[in-house]
């Protein structure tokens, strides 16, 4: 029985503890904050048993995945690029929309989104790079130039339906570099140009779209509405169609005045900001228990987006800072295993994989306790989702197969030094 359980749960034990843990708060609390979708459909049952079917079939393909060994992930690379810019133009061209964005595609009956394909298939290519052109003294300047060439392929298809995900993408293609040891200046030139992009895009954005004072469930459902119109369309404003939707979240940030409780307006625009804080604010150490959440009718995509400040409602801040600190652990037991890697690609792959699941992580918390501006990024392996769930479970399923690689690499050194010293 234990033969077959080692069989199954290979790789490191630390990151298995750190994905069952995830996933049984994340039963918990979806199974909590999914009162809309019981109330909608009728069925309290159906929508937890839908999720976590969802995580047991990203369980089977980690487990899946964590068999292959980590030289085939190099031939897929050239692959998965195509794959994948072929999917994102898909998507643009004919997605299925929700809200104002076609993230969408749908094959054989399933509907996923091409950029959470897209990610991991950038942080495959960059860590491929990174190894390919090591140095003594770094990695050579070529590479931060192909990385820029394989970045400027994907990203902008990205960004121009889901401006966070290309962000935070960015973000760690950026860290990738730095722990491969770019030249830091182009690494400094890099992140002057971002900052002067980023103030014109801002400044279009700001100065273009136009926002209305409107609620943020009337928004939504405007927003379904101009995602049906959207072929009519000229081509210039099927790129520019999401500048309002960023300028509304945007001024809903900055727009951060203290008021009243009795002032406040939980119909307007910032609802769901408001409600977030609300149920926040009304937490104590252990919270109210899981399932006695206020808020969660309130809160629009409470099971997805903001399912954060339900868990610090139900569980309070110990819960809370009990699941940041699983993020954590993930993050620094990948940086261990990666340390372990005889070899450079497997390491900066493990790196690349943590490091995408630890920051959107860090944004979706920092949004639902007001740090950031409201975005659609889902809280890694706990919020609610289809797409999300299965590909972060494959990545985990990736850096359980490096595990493995490098444990026993490192236990082949560890022989190799005990049979030197006998031999003396």
Excluded at 24 to 45: C, H, M, N, P, Q
Excluded at 85 to 101: K, P, R
Excluded at 109 to 121: C, N, V
Aim: aromatic fraction near 10%; glycine fraction near 8%.
């Amino acid at each position: 029985m234990n033969q077959k359980l080692n069989n199954i749960f290979k790789g490191d034990k630390v990151i298995w503890m750190v994905f069952f843990f995830l996933c049984l708060i994340s039963i918990i609390e979806v199974y909590s904050a999914s009162s809309r979708l019981t109330f909608k459909g009728g069925d309290y049952i159906s929508p937890i048993i839908k999720h976590t079917s969802i995580l047991f079939l990203g369980f089977c393909c980690m487990v899946v995945v964590l068999q292959i060994k980590c030289k085939y992930f190099k031939i897929v690379t050239p692959f998965m690029l195509i794959i994948s810019i072929l999917l994102l133009l898909w998507a643009l061209v004919a997605g299925h929309s929700e809200g104002d964005a076609s993230r969408w595609v749908g094959f054989l009956g399933l509907k996923f989104q091409p950029s959470e394909i897209a990610k991991g298939t950038l942080v495959l290519a960059t860590a491929q790079i990174l190894s390919a052109m090591q140095t003594q003294d770094g990695a050579d300047p070529q590479a931060f130039k192909y990385i820029l060439a394989v970045s400027g392929c994907i990203i902008p298809l990205i960004l121009l339906e889901n401006f966070s995900t290309a962000m935070l993408l960015n973000s760690v293609i950026f860290f990738m570099m730095l722990i491969g040891r770019v030249p830091k200046e182009q690494l400094g030139k890099l992140l002057g140009v971002v900052a002067i992009l980023g103030v014109v895009f801002f400044s279009v954005i700001m100065m273009s779209a136009r926002v209305e004072d409107k609620s943020d469930n009337q928004q939504l459902t405007e927003q379904t509405d101009e995602a049906t119109k959207k072929e009519e369309l000229s081509a210039l404003g099927k790129v520019f169609h999401r500048f309002g939707t960023w300028k509304n979240r945007i001024l809903t940030f900055v727009d951060n005045k203290e008021i009243p409780p009795e002032k406040r307006d939980l119909n307007g625009r910032g609802a769901q900001t408001t409600y977030a804080n609300i149920a926040i604010a009304s937490a104590n150490y252990v919270g109210k228990g899981p399932g006695n959440s206020e808020i969660r009718d309130s809160l629009y995509l409470a099971f997805s987006d903001f399912i954060y400040a339900i868990i610090i409602e139900e569980m309070g801040l110990i819960g809370a800072a009990f699941v940041a600190l699983l993020y954590i652990i993930l993050l620094f037991r990948t940086g261990r295993i990666a340390n372990r890697c005889a070899n450079n690609f497997p390491a900066f792959l493990a790196m690349g994989l943590a490091l995408l699941l630890t920051t959107q992580a860090l944004f979706n918390m920092c949004v639902a306790v007001g740090l950031a501006p409201v975005t659609g990024q889902p809280l890694p392996l706990i919020s609610r989702g289809g797409t999300s769930s299965v590909i972060n479970c494959i990545y985990l399923g990736v850096i359980l197969s490096i595990s493995r690689s490098a444990k026993k690499r490192e236990n082949n050194g560890e022989e190799l030094v005990e049979a030197k010293l006998l031999q003396t």
